[in-house]
């Protein structure tokens, strides 16, 4: 079965400095797609960045890129020039191409809690 | 902008209730996905629909059922709310294509009493 670890359930970082979310997965699949969410404290859930896993090259979204490792099943989420608005939870999340039928499940890491301090 | 609706942010119900949680979208989207989400467990599928009247068990579906009679709306249902179902409830929706991302509402926290 497909898991989604997040090493890290809590980060902090000052104000307009770098910090890496760890995020590894367990698949035995060769096609799939890995997602960063971030979700602000009382707020809803939005996509940060997607990556397919046949694409070689790294997604990037503004100031959030991703370091995918498809070897070593390593995913994680770079935040540059961090901003109090980035303080959130951050979630993993790993879909697989479906068996049968249409199947879109994620499979959720745990989170990691970042506070972006002034 | 996808718009994913829950009918309420906070809601207190008694031990025993019937309770309904109400989920719409507005894109069109065939995927529509339950969760709960508690500390330290993260997000949990409790059911997903992929079509009218489609649905699927999630990881949790234990005491729970679902609704969907229209594209656009989703609803969960506690058939008799217990205190162990106290907890933030999300909803959301998605295209079928594969890697297509989901889209959340604002969620729904629940206090059974």
């Known amino acids: 079965a497909q898991t989604v670890t997040q090493s890290q359930p809590e980060m902090s970082v000052q104000e307009a400095e770098t910090v890496t979310l760890s995020c590894t997965y367990d698949?035995?699949?060769?096609?799939?797609?890995l997602f960063w969410y971030k979700q602000p404290p009382s707020r809803q859930m939005i996509l940060v960045i997607r990556?397919?896993?046949?694409k070689q090259q790294n997604a990037t979204e503004n100031r959030f890129s991703v370091n995918f490792q498809k070897a070593a099943k390593s995913f994680s989420l770079k935040i540059s020039d961090s901003q109090l608005g980035d303080t959130a939870m951050y979630f993993c999340?790993?879909?697989?191409?479906?068996?049968?039928?249409?199947?879109?499940?994620?499979?959720w890491g745990l989170g990691t809690s970042l506070a972006v301090n002034p | 902008d996808v718009k994913v609706t829950q009918s309420s942010r906070y809601l207190v119900k008694r031990t025993g209730e019937k309770v309904f949680l109400e989920c719409v979208q507005d894109?069109?989207?065939?995927?529509m996905f339950w969760y709960r989400q508690d500390p330290g467990l993260g997000l949990r599928l409790i059911y997903f629909?992929?079509?009218?009247?489609?649905?699927e068990k999630g990881d949790i579906p234990e005491g729970y059922s679902v609704s969907r009679e229209k594209k656009e709306r989703f609803s969960l249902i506690l058939e008799s709310a217990s205190t162990n179902q106290t907890s933030m409830y999300l909803c959301?929706?998605?295209?079928?294509?594969?890697?297509?991302?989901?889209?959340f509402g604002d969620g729904t926290r629940l206090s059974i009493l």
């Open positions: 698949t035995s699949e060769n096609n799939y797609y």
């Open positions: 894109m069109d989207h065939e995927n």
């Open positions: 999340a790993f879909m697989k191409p479906p068996n049968a039928g249409n199947n879109r499940k994620l499979i």
């Open positions: 629909s992929y079509d009218v009247k489609m649905k």
């Open positions: 959301a929706s998605s295209r079928p294509w594969i890697g297509q991302p989901q889209h």
């Open positions: 990556q397919e896993a046949y």
